[in-house]
């Protein structure tokens, strides 16, 4: 018995960390709407500053008064604010007059429809390029970093506490009411109940960082709060605290008034009675209250945007309320096993029947949510999100094939040695087999009170004695504990999927990114042309990065960084799936290891060789070559 506690701890603790672990993994900021078009286009080099500047996402955003941000080439603000709708999935902001040439960065920073941040930044230029203070890198904010990892911890959290709650009572209800008296069954339902509630009240608070500014310090921000309150994400956080209100009246009768019902529907009529019109009341109330605490992901998550939301939303409840009644119960009935001092076969043998069903409409639902968010067989195997499905289906199959042998030993199962006596706490670590002798000197009442509770704890270690030594019974244990450390793994890749594009959504942004301008192309060439002073690095930058006429920009440093005027160098283009080339370019030299030149024409898109030729000395020469994506 010393070793049951540690591998039911263990496999507890694994359902924690392997979740944990996977979310932590997830892209913080997964966004799950795109960027697809802009005006001035992304990298291009206009003649004049435009009055405006418009973006375009793959679908609706939800935006703040700060969610589109032009800036200079110092690094100011070069828009007049705030953020206004365009059109179709398009925002825009109003620039500044009498903008001066140079290169500008515009960052945005919204809210998809399933309420992840998007976050990103790009530039273009007025007259020429030109250096520029912003960069890039340090405009993606809202769901990176410290912020993102807890709000992932706070949605797990929040996703074990519904299944704990909802599948822990469904249990109860359906497939064991005596199980209602059991104190272990009691402690998982009330900790889902308080996990759920305590990770809503966290995802309430860090919301308005999560999707803005990225600061722990902004977690406690009122006005934050009030914004995330007016959007669709904060009124389901709401809902569903109004809910777990109703919820915890729902456990409060059921593990008072209903347990005590089922204790004597042994007895007289009236008493039977009692409880099945308690448990008809629970199984009515429960399900609404389940079905709108689903609800909540439902409407705020991926089922609320895309195709088909109309039946995407009801399916995605019935699958969030199978998947807890099967994985909710599974921990039941392994807390049951290892922590009651007996459990009903029959009870066991319902919640089989149960599982089964629940993992048929699992499969139906999941069939669906795959088709429609992934929608192509280049999805499933070349995005994030399909490969993660894969993973999942893998899992389920596990899972099938472990709930196979339970199966069978529940069909083996023999009737348990009896319930535990009214009002005794099962006692996990007893070994005694004999009641010790009670203090000579104690009083009457205490020297009794102290036989009793030996008694029971003696009376408790028989009853586990006698449970274990079935051997159904130890069997049934260890593909339990198997089958529900798999669905802790399951569970983790499910929740991961939540955080991750969909795969219809990411080929689509992939097909609308191909398409638009791909911005400035920049590539680094190492030489050694085998002389003297003959090893280096020339960097050419060429921008936009576009059909049409660019600009080149070709610098050339020595191994220690510094700028190197070499004798002679020249750069060419060359197009060989359009035999169009080689397009020879010869710079100018105009600062020490700097060349430039203007009016390079590159008349089609598509993949070009650049082939740089350098020359260190009248004998010493070598050209290095790399293909680029010109769009």
């Keep these: 018995m ?39 286009q992304r990298g291009s080099v206009v003649a004049e500053a435009p ?70 930044a790009y530039t273009f230029s007025v007259g020429a390029p030109s250096e520029t203070s912003v960069s890039l890198a340090d405009q993606a904010r809202g769901g990176d970093g410290a912020v993102g990892t807890l709000y992932d911890v ?99 009768v059921l593990f008072g008034p209903y347990a005590q019902a089922a204790r004597g529907a042994d007895g007289s009529g009236e008493g039977r009675g009692r409880s099945r019109d308690l448990a008809f009341g629970l199984g009515v109330g429960g399900t609404v209250v389940a079905t709108g605490l689903a609800a909540t992901w439902a409407l705020s998550e991926h089922a609320s945007t895309g195709i088909q939301t109309g039946v995407a939303m009801p399916l995605d409840v019935v699958h969030l309320l199978a998947v807890a009644a099967w994985l909710g119960g599974l921990v039941a009935v392994l807390v049951a096993l290892y922590r009651a001092p007996g459990i009903d076969p029959t009870a066991v043998r319902r919640f089989s029947r149960l599982a089964f069903g629940s993992m048929v409409v699992l499969a139906v639902t999941g069939l669906y949510q795959s088709w429609r968010q992934v929608g192509s067989w280049s999805g499933l195997t070349g995005t994030d999100y399909g490969r993660l499905l894969l993973l999942k289906v893998a ?5 099938l094939a472990v709930a ?79 089958e529900t450390a798999v669905a802790a793994v399951l569970l983790g890749v499910t929740t991961l999927l939540t955080a991750t594009e969909p795969a219809r959504t990411q080929e689509a942004a992939d097909r609308a990114g191909a398409a638009a301008p791909a911005g400035p192309v920049s590539v680094e060439l190492p030489f050694d042309t085998g002389g003297a002073d003959g090893k280096g690095t020339a960097t050419i930058d060429l921008e936009p990065g576009l059909t049409g006429t ?46 430039s030149a203007t009016g390079v024409t590159l008349p089609v898109a598509g993949e070009w060789e650049v082939a740089v030729t350098v020359r260190t000395s009248d004998i010493d020469q070598v050209t290095v070559k790399k293909n680029v994506k010109i769009s």
Excluded: M
């Design 550 to 595: 660019n600009s080149l920009h070709l610098y050339v440093q020595r191994p220690n960084g510094s700028g190197y005027n070499v004798p002679e160098i020249t750069v060419d283009f060359t197009h060989r799936a359009k035999d169009i080339g080689p397009l020879p370019v010869t710079p100018d030299l105009i600062a020490t290891g700097h060349w």
């Design 2 to 40: 010393q070793t049951v506690v540690p591998r039911l701890r263990a496999v507890l603790l694994l359902f924690l960390s392997v979740t944990g672990a996977l979310l932590a993994g997830a892209a913080p900021g997964a966004a799950h709407a795109a960027l697809t078009g802009s005006d001035p």
């Design 51 to 120: 009055e405006q500047v418009t973006v375009t996402f793959s679908e609706t955003v939800a935006l703040a008064e700060d969610s589109l941000r032009v800036l200079d080439p110092q690094g100011e603000r070069a828009d007049t604010g705030p953020t206004t709708e365009a059109g179709a999935n398009s925002y825009s902001v109003q620039l500044k007059p009498g903008l001066p040439n140079g290169t500008f960065t515009v960052a945005y920073q919204v809210v998809s429809a399933d309420s992840h941040p998007v976050a990103g």
């Design 395 to 399: 899992l389920v199959a596990v899972v």
């Design 404 to 482: 196979w042998f339970s199966r069978r030993w529940t069909a083996r199962l023999a009737p348990g040695p009896g319930e535990p006596a009214e009002d005794v706490e099962p006692v996990e670590d007893v070994t005694a087999t004999e009641p010790e002798e009670a203090a000579p000197d104690a009083p009457d009442g205490e020297r009794a009170s102290q036989l009793a509770r030996q008694r029971a704890a003696v009376a408790t270690a028989a009853v586990k004695r006698a449970r274990d030594a079935d051997p159904a019974r130890s069997g049934l244990r260890r593909s339990v504990l198997l």
């Design 154 to 252: 706070e949605r797990y959290v929040s996703y074990a506490g519904f299944v704990l709650l909802v599948g822990g009572a469904a249990f109860v209800l359906v497939c064991w009411p005596g199980g209602a008296r059991v104190q272990p069954l009691q402690r998982i339902v009330v900790t889902g109940w308080l996990a759920l509630t305590s990770g809503t009240l966290a995802l309430l608070l860090t919301r308005g960082a999560y999707t803005t500014s990225g600061k722990l310090g902004d977690v406690f921000d009122l006005g934050l709060l009030g914004q995330v309150l007016q959007t669709k994400t904060g009124a389901a956080l709401v809902s569903r605290l109004l809910l777990l209100a109703a919820a915890a009246l729902f456990v409060a």
